[in-house]
């Protein structure tokens, strides 16, 4: 069984920065692809990004490219996502998410584990 527990949500200003963390546990980190999904209130779960399980290829969703950035850190079994020029439109509860052996999918169903979600509140 694989655990996931995601970090660094918060309520912040249009156009700060915040850095969220999911920290992965159960299996070696490094079979897997990582993903971050999101939820809006009152909207389906969207993909953000994606990472494959080296890290050399990389997903993002349209609405974020140029001001998200996916990573990870083997050594510490975590991915992050770092995003900045935060918009309103970004307020959503954040999914971090492992696929075994996969390639950094961008589809919700591609993925086999889920962690619980962070709250992310981008105020005016």
């Known amino acids: 069984q694989v655990q996931l527990v995601e970090s660094g949500g918060g309520l912040v200003q249009a156009g700060d920065s915040l850095r969220l963390s999911c920290v992965a546990s159960g299996r070696p980190f490094n079979t897997f692809a990582m993903g971050w999904f999101r939820q809006a209130p009152g909207k389906e779960r969207d993909s953000v990004a994606a990472?494959?399980?080296?890290?050399?290829?990389?997903y993002y969703a349209d609405s974020v490219k140029g001001r998200f950035t996916i990573s990870r850190d083997s050594a510490k079994n975590t991915v992050y996502l770092q995003m900045n020029s935060l918009k309103l439109e970004d307020t959503a509860v954040y999914y971090c998410?492992?696929?075994?052996w996969g390639t950094g999918s961008p589809r919700e169903y591609d993925y086999d584990y889920w962690g619980q979600g962070t709250q992310v509140t981008v105020s005016s």
């Open positions: 990472i494959n399980w080296s890290g050399s290829s990389t």
């Open positions: 998410a492992a696929d075994n």
